[in-house]
């Protein structure tokens, strides 16, 4: 999601201070030297000019290029660090940003072990400092114009920098929000990304069986399971103006595979804000609630959204807030990312326990 709304609250392009000829100049140097040299495969330690190399996979409409395995990627939304970190690259990145939740369960160790460039969104600065030989991100407006820079402007400095296609395949991020989707968001997108960084990073093994677990995941939560006729809400964040997914996105993926409805599927907008009286109006059966740990926005934690709902007047008389039909999932799990298997798995079990699907 942007920066426009769940991820992050928008603001102008970060103002930049005047960088030192010097400091391109070592970064370019830096840059070279990390693009030219071995990393980690599947069996053994590629050597520079390693087979295969140059690399080059589609994304979002242009073409990303690496002449090696990057060993030095920067990672600037939560989402593509815990795809790299799935994948065992630990040991190939020079830094992560911008955070919404704790690092998924398993992840610790590895993550520990990367710096953590900043918690929000970092300066272009900063991620330069960093001497990446890769930049990826999960989102347009964080790799875009009112973010850490475009990727034009990395290319430029012979930084190869990938978009994850979720944010991109049959979406327009044109307008001020967090994009319009034209057609559904599936987990075939997410999982050609797990496959395009795998390749990038000349570790396709590990990315097919990191596919190959999901798949297997989403099948046995699945399974036998009718939710049909019950209507769900999700709520990312924000107590003033509630940020409440459309019908297309991660929260869809989530709904379809539950055989569930979701209350706003008459919009394709990611996620709009919309007034409490709505909300009220929808009356689902269930809320699905964003659980996060950022500080960015009100009503971030789930304890704060259920207190809210349950003290608004205009809220505390609607189906699910009566019945204390929450569901509670990382910002991750309703985000296009790996994670929304894990939302898939914890609204499946949610529902069981709530006497809602068969």
């Known amino acids: 999601m942007s920066a426009a709304g769940p991820v992050g609250l928008r603001r102008p392009f970060l103002s930049r201070r005047a960088l030192r000829g010097p400091v391109l100049l070592l970064s370019g140097a830096l840059l070279a030297a990390g693009c030219g040299s071995g990393a980690t495969t599947d069996d053994a330690a590629a050597p520079a000019g390693a087979a295969g190399y140059p690399r080059t996979v589609r994304d979002c409409g242009h073409d990303v ?3 090696a395995p990057p060993r030095r990627a920067v990672s600037l939304n939560q989402g593509t660090t815990e795809i790299l970190l799935s994948l065992g690259l630990a040991d190939r990145m020079a830094g992560t940003a911008t955070w919404t939740d704790p690092v998924m369960k398993g992840l610790e160790k590895a993550n520990s072990a990367v710096p953590r460039l900043a918690d929000d969104m970092p300066s272009f600065e900063t991620v330069l400092d960093a001497e990446p030989d890769f930049v990826a991100a999960s989102f347009a407006s964080t790799l875009g114009t009112g973010g850490v820079a475009t990727r034009e402007r990395f290319t430029e400095l012979g930084v190869p920098a990938y978009l994850s296609p979720s944010d991109c395949a049959g979406k327009d991020n044109s307008g ?4 319009v989707r034209s057609e559904p968001l599936t987990m075939d997108t997410v999982y050609g990304e797990v496959r395009d960084l795998a390749r990038l990073f000349d570790v396709e093994q590990r990315g097919e069986k990191l596919v190959a677990d999901l798949e297997s995941r989403v099948d046995r939560a699945t399974s036998g399971i009718d939710a049909s006729g019950v209507t769900l809400m999700y709520w990312f964040a924000n107590s003033t103006s509630p940020y409440l997914a459309g019908c297309c996105g991660a929260p869809g993926v989530i709904t379809r595979a539950v055989g569930a409805e ?12 919309v007034g409490w009286e709505t909300v009220a109006d929808r009356d689902p059966d269930v809320l699905v609630l964003g659980d996060l740990t950022r500080k960015s926005q009100t009503a971030e934690t789930a304890a704060k959204k259920i207190e809210f709902l349950e003290s608004n007047p205009v809220t505390r008389n609607m189906t699910a807030v009566r019945n204390k039909r929450y569901v509670l999932l990382s910002g991750q799990a309703m985000n296009p ?10 609204v499946a079990a949610a529902l069981r326990e709530f006497g809602l699907a068969k």
Do not use: K, L, S, Y
């Open 65 to 67: 290029r690496v002449t």
């Open 337 to 346: 990312t790996i994670r929304t298997v894990e939302g898939v798995e914890q």
């Open 176 to 179: 001020d929000g967090d994009g």
């Open 262 to 273: 979701n209350a706003m599927d008459d919009t394709h907008e990611e996620w709009p804000q």
